[in-house]
């Protein structure tokens, strides 16, 4: 079991930036890829980012290169995701996620991932 708790969420003006951390309990951090996902009112949730167990691999979508970037501290338990050159379309509810498993591609589905924290808010004012 893992349990993942996100923060860094707020309000922020369009142009800023923000960095987001998600927190995991359990002593097997690093076996699991983590990837950010985002939900926006009324619209299916959305991958933004992920990064492999330990941290060499990065997946991305075109809406996510060069404004956001995503690490880890395997020894904090913690991924980050760093987001600058904010727009209003960024504001979404954004949740980080944990894959199990012994190989993991980076999967853009939410249904891949076997963990999922609470959600930490992003509001971007323009």
Request: proline share 3%.
């Amino acid at each position: 079991q893992v349990r993942l708790v996100e923060s860094g969420g707020g309000l922020v003006q369009a142009g800023g930036s923000l960095r987001l951390s998600c927190a995991a309990s359990g002593r097997t951090f690093s076996s699991y890829g983590m990837g950010w996902f985002r939900q926006a009112p009324g619209k299916e949730r959305e991958f933004v980012l992920a990064i492999s167990g330990s941290g060499g691999r990065r997946y991305y979508v075109d809406s996510s290169k060069g404004r956001f970037s995503i690490s880890r501290d395997n020894a904090k338990n913690t991924v980050y995701l760093q987001m600058n050159s904010l727009k209003p379309e960024d504001t979404a509810l954004y949740y980080c996620a944990a894959a199990g498993g012994p190989v993991y591609s980076g999967s853009s589905y939410p249904k891949d991932y076997d963990y999922w924290g609470q959600g930490t808010q992003v509001t971007v004012s323009s």
